[in-house]
Nanobody, 128 residues
Framework: QEQVAESGGGLVQAGGSLRLSCFSSGFTFGVYAMGWFRQAPGKAREWVGCISTLLYGIDTYYQDSVKGRFTISRDNAKNMLYLQMDSLKPEDTAMYYC???????????????????WGQGTQVTVSS
């Protein structure tokens, strides 16, 4: 059974850092692009960024508001995805989700509908 599970959320002060992790099982992790999304209360789920598959060369892509502050990485040997978040702002407060997208080409998608498997989310709260 395909599973994706996030961990590492918590409460942090503005300017601080958190590292989210996402473990995947039940599918061939290396052929899936992986994305991070977030959803704040009363708002739509938004794309944070994504990382492409090893097969076509690993590239990362980010939403403008997190560029230079967030870093996505993956460890294919461990089926792990990471989101390093630095210089956190109160507007980063949200439930964070990781998701897996089956890819047959380079790149990765920003649209949530392109993703096949989703985790349950981990809460990140940034206090001012």
């Amino acid at each position: 059974q395909e599973q994706v599970a996030e961990s590492g959320g918590g409460l942090v002060q503005a300017g601080g850092s958190l590292r989210l992790s996402c473990f995947s099982s039940g599918f061939t992790f290396g052929v899936y692009a992986m994305g991070w999304f977030r959803q704040a209360p009363g708002k739509a789920r938004e794309w944070v960024g994504c990382i492409s598959t090893l097969l076509y060369g690993i590239d990362t892509y980010y939403q403008d508001s997190v560029k230079g502050r967030f870093t996505i990485s993956r460890d294919n040997a461990k089926n792990m995805l990471y989101l390093q978040m630095d210089s956190l702002k109160p507007e980063d407060t949200a439930m964070y989700y990781c998701a897996a997208e089956r890819r047959f080409s380079s790149g990765c998608s920003s649209g949530p509908g392109r993703y096949n498997y989703w985790g349950q989310g981990t809460q990140v709260t940034v206090s001012s």
